[in-house]
């Protein structure tokens, strides 16, 4: 006989006696549920660790970008300094709005918003640091923006701070 016919008779007999025993079968079964827990258990580690460079690498993209967005506001800074240097009040005051446009340009091109002010106060996106009576205004309504409010998508930043009617 070849080695090959005896391998397959020795699986045959092994198979019918797993059939043929309840504990053996038992045990066939826990090895074969084992194997496959031990697969799964390594697939589901190579996907996380898989997830977590993809996550790194996001991250560092979406950097990457905004500092790149940003480096010509840092230029118009820079212009802006100098112009300051050179006392030339005129254009100072032209750098700087340039650089305000330039900056608020980069940020709206990431999502960021400003917080509506107008009418009542919302303390989902207003955060009150004042309430004064006011005869001609509503209770409740903004009178006066203390510092801007932002989004970024649907997501409050920053809470615009307001003066409220009381």
Known sequence: MTP???????????????????VARAEAERDEYLDLLQR??????????????????LVAHAHERLVREL???LDDLERTLEAADRHE???????????????RKALEKEGLTEIETEGRFDPHVHEAVLAQPADDA???????????GYRLG?????????????
């Open 71 to 73: 480096l010509p506001v």
């Open 4 to 22: 090959e016919l005896d391998r397959a008779e020795a699986a045959e007999a092994d198979s019918a006696q797993v059939e043929d025993d309840p």
């Open 40 to 57: 799964t258990k390594a697939d589901f580690e190579n996907y996380r660790k898989r997830a977590a460079r993809d996550q790194e690498r």
């Open 89 to 103: 009040e005129a254009a100072l005051v032209d750098g700087v709005r340039l650089v305000e446009r330039s900056l």
């Open 154 to 166: 649907d997501k409050v930043v920053r809470p615009a701070r307001v003066i409220v009617a009381e």
């Open 138 to 148: 509503e209770q409740g309504a903004v009178l006066e923006v203390v510092q801007r």
